[in-house]
């Protein structure tokens, strides 16, 4: 529940439509109960103790709940502005599960209360400081439930069918029952489409005062383009949003409403979208998390920009441009937010597979965070006679300019519907992900995936060349040893470093697969002595790629933002002995590409 209250955009509501006030006088020492709310509860995380030592604020946690360990870090205290990180280990069973975010609070007049949010760049919720003589709190105060109104609470029963008909089909081992519930689930989730619109209409117009306005208001304009909203609806539904959101800020209202901006844009309502946008990007303070003034920013340059202010739109660019450069710096230094422990070496020194990680991700994905961060601090510990690493992307659950039609096709092939999803030498392990805090778990669970692989002893050796000559890539394999009707060779390029920033923050996307020359099929291996050439011209790539992209945002759904990165600079070439009958991958081999890139690239 806490970890939902803390990082579900869809509970990001406002308690009662207040008149927020700035620049509270007076130091905060004492004790606060910081709390998250959402339109169902409103949920304690901790109470912090304030003090003042060597003439700064600072602050540490003197009650959390049963089971969880809570920490407070960088704690800044201005005459507008309260900002601290939490960051929580959850305890469950044997398990560990660790969650951190930021909170922005805006000081009023009210020395009492702190209204703020909580969250991170992309997705914030509601949350509060309120001054307490208490440094302790019963089980029943920590959850302080509210009344969801009817046309809601039939919303969310409708929403929630669909998500556990979705969740059933996923952990569904059985391939037939799966397809079955995958039916259930579609038929769950149109169902869900077709009515909750008019209950969140309902929402609307009868319940404008209560929290769960906020969200009804919030789910039609992310679907403005599907449900054709008017431009006098959509403008009503932003304004009802803006007095909601107001009390908690700027950061708040920005963060909650840059996606609404774009989906405006995408719904032809350039005009709205940059009624929505600017209030909460005007109001924005140097004090603000970085990664949060880009998301909201970078909205409203593409709003300015569609508006036809064009000029605007270039000085909002420029100021992004210098906060993507801080952000590059701050990732880089950051993450991993652990030392990658090295491979110590095989124990037999006769073994010889090559591991192989195929890595399903997605730039929208905030799960896929622990797995991206992982997989590249995988890159740090194996060398790559022991490890292979892939990753391919998908449009789960948005659309991701790094997807191509071979990485669609890979997934198909091992009928993967979720991301994160991760194969080890074609068999599925080490499901989930998480967030940053989770990353170091992930690579410990990788890890313990590998390492036994790179203790067998296989009999197929594969090897080869790749010749770069300009635009063009020439590659000679050869497969030795393989023996069966069902082996396949498979041949990929992969670009060993993609800048590019979806919603989950991920700002580096490492072995990023581009092209499967020859097709995602593979070639049959023929014989014990097999020799395969084959050719890639990177010009037709990027066409290729181009038209996948345009023909996706055109018939399915649109990009959050222009960015659609193939400088495909540095390459690698994969090929890949698997046995199509099982999926295993018996051997593989990573290549260098040699010879000069042409053409300024």
Avoid at 211 to 231: G, I, Q, V, Y
Avoid at 382 to 405: C, F, M, R
Avoid at 432 to 459: C, H, R, W
């Amino acid at each position: 529940m806490l970890r939902r209250a803390l990082f579900a955009l869809a509970g990001v509501v406002a308690a009662a439509m207040l008149t927020p006030t700035r620049a509270a006088e007076g130091d905060l020492t004492g004790n606060w109960q910081f709390s998250t709310t959402t339109a169902a509860a409103d949920s304690t995380a901790c109470i912090i103790k304030v003090e003042t030592k060597d003439g700064k604020p600072t602050a540490s946690v003197v009650f959390a709940p049963e089971n969880i360990e809570v920490k407070v870090s960088e704690f800044r205290v201005t005459n507008s502005q309260v900002f601290f990180k939490l960051k929580q280990v959850r305890t469950v069973g044997k398990q560990s599960l660790t969650s951190e975010f930021a909170f922005v609070g805006v000081r009023g007049t009210d020395a009492k209360v702190v209204l703020g949010s909580a969250g991170t760049a992309t997705a914030r919720t509601r949350a509060k400081l309120v001054a307490t003589t208490k440094d302790t709190l019963g089980k029943d105060e920590l959850l302080v439930r509210h009344p969801v109104v009817e046309p809601m609470a039939q919303a969310n029963a409708l929403n929630s069918k669909a998500a556990i008909a979705q969740n059933k089909a996923l952990i569904e081992k059985d391939a037939e029952k799966r397809k079955d519930l995958l039916k259930e689930a579609a038929a769950a989730r149109k169902d869900a489409e077709e009515k909750t619109p008019d209950l969140y209409r309902e929402v609307v117009a009868k319940h404008m005062h209560f929290p769960a306005a906020f969200d009804a208001a919030s789910n039609l304009l992310r679907n403005a383009k599907r449900l054709k909203l008017t431009a006098d609806e959509a403008e009503k539904l932003v304004k009802l949003i803006q007095k909601h959101a107001d009390p908690y800020g700027s950061l708040f209202g920005g963060v909650v409403l840059a996606p609404v901006a774009d989906e405006l844009i995408a719904a032809g309502l350039e005009t709205v979208a940059l009624a929505a946008i600017e209030p909460s990007a005007k109001g924005l303070s140097k004090d603000d998390p970085v990664a949060a003034r880009v998301a909201v920013l970078t909205a409203y340059q593409n709003a300015l920009a569609k508006a036809g202010k064009a000029d605007a739109a270039k000085t909002i660019a420029t100021e992004v441009a210098k906060l993507e450069t801080v952000l590059d710096e701050e990732y880089t230094k950051a993450v991993p937010p652990f030392k990658p422990t090295a491979f110590a070496g095989r124990k037999d020194k006769n073994a010889n597979q090559v591991a192989v990680f195929e890595l399903f991700t997605g730039a929208q994905c905030p799960p896929c965070v622990a797995a991206d961060v992982a997989f590249d601090a995988l890159l740090k510990s194996y060398k790559p006679s022991e490890l292979i690493l892939l990753q391919y992307h998908v449009h789960i659950p948005g659309p991701d300019p790094l997807t191509n039609a071979a990485t669609v096709a890979r997934g198909r092939y091992y009928g993967i519907t979720s991301a994160p999803s991760s194969f080890f030498n074609g068999t599925r392990a080490a499901a989930g992900g998480g967030g940053m805090a989770a990353s170091e778990n992930k690579f410990k669970q990788y890890a313990g995936v590998i390492d036994p692989i790179l203790e067998k002893t296989v009999e197929v050796k594969v090897g080869g060349k790749a010749t770069r000559t300009g635009d063009k890539i020439d590659v000679a394999l050869e497969v030795v040893g393989c023996d069966g009707d069902d082996m396949k060779l498979r041949v990929l390029v992969v670009e060993e470093n993609v800048r590019y920033v979806g919603s989950n923050q991920i700002r580096f996307h490492h072995h990023v697969v581009r092209a499967m020359p020859g097709g995602a099929d593979g070639v049959a291996i023929k014989d014990k002595a097999f020799k395969h050439t084959t050719s890639t011209d990177l010009a037709e790539v990027r066409t290729a790629l181009t038209k996948y992209l345009d023909d996706y945002a055109a018939n399915t759904r649109p990009f959050p933002k222009a960015d659609r990165p193939m400088e495909m600079k540095n390459l690698k070439v994969i090929a890949l002995v698997q046995n199509d009958k099982t999926k295993e991958i018996i051997q593989a081999v990573q290549i260098e590409v040699e010879g000069k890139v042409g053409g300024g690239r």
